[in-house]
């Protein structure tokens, strides 16, 4: 086994890490020893690398290659699916831009082949790149309606013909089967929150009544049963339908409208009440709720110049940054971000614009094939990585 691995400083130093490791996975499933031999001679004759470095080069490489990598020997398994290296990567892994219609083979150009069955796309934009690319679901999951929210690596889709809802990882292609909430209300929307403390994740649904009453249910993807709890007050929530909602520490929030709102409404992923939280300043047209790190974030035009990022902390809001431009930016809408960069689409263009806190510079990213200028309006932040609802469904292979 251990002529098998890559030798060579010079070797190493041209490779990148990525292809060492498919290098390695193909000598691997072509070798003739069987899996036991494998994993004898990894474990008694050695790593090419030592463990703890394997680990920290492993966490380098996107999730779809660690998932091929799971099935070369237990040892390598044992470590892509450890709840150790599944947290580090995650922390570590990349954002992309999802969208939030499915693509079929009939409307997809693509220089690969196909396969004959009719299967179902997700389409992912880098962000700093602009490059999509389609990643197939399983044959199984080709009836999937629409995408209703990302959380925590996962995706929250909706089966057509009211077939019910799926919980995926487009990464690993693990995914759960859930029954549709309360059906034959026409304003509705759904929510995906997760808790840090507990590693569970809950979907929400809110639908209004004829009398105009919202109502919500949630459901634990442990149990897979809703339950109702009490709705949010109608006169602090406004309309259901142009709302998206953001998961931060612990809770799912909304910005009940977009221009004129003086506050956000919270649901606590715990106690599972609405509450009402006062913003720092009354929202425009185009200000959104992010997370950032972790925490919630209230991205707001401020003036034609200026857009100002706050952040929630202990119940209070603190200004983070300020983010000052020549032009006008009031067309400017926030899509995501991390702790170093805002993503922005700007209406009426197919670009994206990012701006670098610490460098404080504006730069444009041009979308590859993407000709629509409204459809970076329906993509939503996604990490690749390889979570899972349940840490159990970690050591499948």
Known sequence: MRDSWPRGKKWLKLASVETIALEQLKRSTTSRE????????LETKGNWLPNDLLFKVFLLLPAETLCGLRCVCKPLLNMINSPTFVEDHFRQSETVLITQKSFHEENI?????????????????????GKGHKVCMPINLRNIKCILAACNGLVLAQIRENEGLVVINPSTRNHIRVPLGTIGFVHECYGFMFSHFTGAHKIVHLFGDQSGNIHCEILNLITRSWHAVDGPNLGEFGSITTHRSVSAVGALYWLPKRDGCNHVVSLGFHDEKFLT?????????????????????FITHATLNLIQVWILKSGNWLKRYSINRLYDITGFV?????????????IGCPLLHIYNFEAEEMREVNFEGSTRNDELQFCMPHVKSLVSWDSQLQWDV
């Not at 069987?34 to 001679?41: G, Q």
């Not at 006062?278 to 919630?296: A, W």
Request: charged share 25%; hydrophobic share 30%; with cysteine.
């Open 34 to 41: 069987t899996k036991e031999e494998m994993d004898d001679n």
């Open 334 to 346: 926030p899509l995501c971000a991390s702790t170093k960069e805002m993503f922005f689409n700007r």
């Open 109 to 129: 150009e693509s220089p690969f082949p196909l396969p004959s069955d009719k299967q179902c796309y997700f389409h992912f934009w880098n962000i700093h790149s």
């Open 277 to 297: 939280i006062p913003l720092p300043i009354s929202s425009t047209k185009n200000d959104r709720l992010v997370e950032i790190g972790g925490s919630l974030s």
